[in-house]
């Protein structure tokens, strides 16, 4: 553990290194049928959901998403937001567009752009449940943890297997230094909860450097910290309680 960890009192210490985890999943989605000419629908195939594999596909539908996209694929973030922006301003009605852009806000850390963007992508894709998640994601950034809450159960209502969905919860709760009703241990208890769900909804799908398990042990680590510090405020207080007077003749 690093200095930065090792210091203040226990709960400060672990929810100082409990938020350097990666910060949230965010959606992005692969451009639709219906957005591309005839002539290059034949390149749209379920390789455009994995951007690793669709570098040349892309390059020839020459749309500002497509770029975009074709971007990430060379792990150039800046190009995919600038070409992502170039795509609602084309079309500000465009959901995908929209979320696709608060996706990479939301991977800079920039949640005062992010928040806009993520909500016009909510507001135009109502049922979507990826647009609700990215809307969530920025605004847990905002630090609107009762709004990001809504944000991602109403992806969950919509997506009720929605997996990155109680991801994201999980970590939320786990971050968030506090939450209405809840104090320390109870906040922690739904995060385990969460990302339990999280698990048994990704199934076989998660792979071995999957950080739930981490997290999780995470927090039941700082569970039995916070147990053993308030042990130690109560033995302190009895401490400090007045001893009772002797009784005697004067």
């Known amino acids: 553990m690093d200095a930065t960890c090792s210091t203040g009192d226990d709960r400060t210490r672990w929810l100082r290194c409990l938020r350097r985890r990666p910060w949230s999943r965010t959606s992005l989605y692969a451009p639709s049928a219906s957005s591309l000419s005839p002539r290059h629908r034949a390149c749209l195939s379920p390789l455009l959901l994995w951007v690793s594999c669709m570098g040349l596909c892309l390059a020839a539908l020459g749309s500002a998403e497509a770029q975009g996209f074709l971007a990430l694929s060379h792990d150039d973030h800046l190009a995919a937001t600038a070409a992502f922006k170039k795509a609602t301003e084309v079309n500000d ?3 995908t567009a929209w979320n696709n852009l608060a996706a990479q806000y939301l991977y800079a850390k920039n949640y005062d752009a992010a928040l806009p963007a993520a909500e016009r992508a909510a507001s135009l894709a109502a049922g979507s449940a990826k647009a609700q998640l990215n809307l969530g994601s920025a605004l847990r950034g905002k630090q609107r943890f009762a709004d990001a809450v809504e944000a991602y159960k109403k992806a969950l209502q919509i997506d009720p297997y929605y997996a990155d969905a109680q991801f994201d ?7 968030a ?3 209405p009703g809840l104090n320390f241990t109870a906040k922690m208890n739904v995060a ?3 990302l339990n769900r999280y698990k048994q909804l990704a199934g076989v799908a998660l792979n071995k450097d999957d950080p739930a398990d981490r997290y ?3 927090a039941k680590t700082a569970i039995e910290r916070e147990i053993k510090r308030q ?3 109560r033995k302190q207080d009895q401490r400090n309680q007045p001893k009772p007077k002797t009784g005697g003749n004067n």
């Open 216 to 218: 999780i042990a995470e």
């Open 169 to 175: 919860l999980g970590i939320l709760y786990l971050d």
């Open 177 to 179: 230094k506090e939450m």
């Open 192 to 194: 385990i909860n969460y």
């Open 231 to 233: 042990e130690r405020e």
């Open 93 to 95: 009605r465009y959901a």
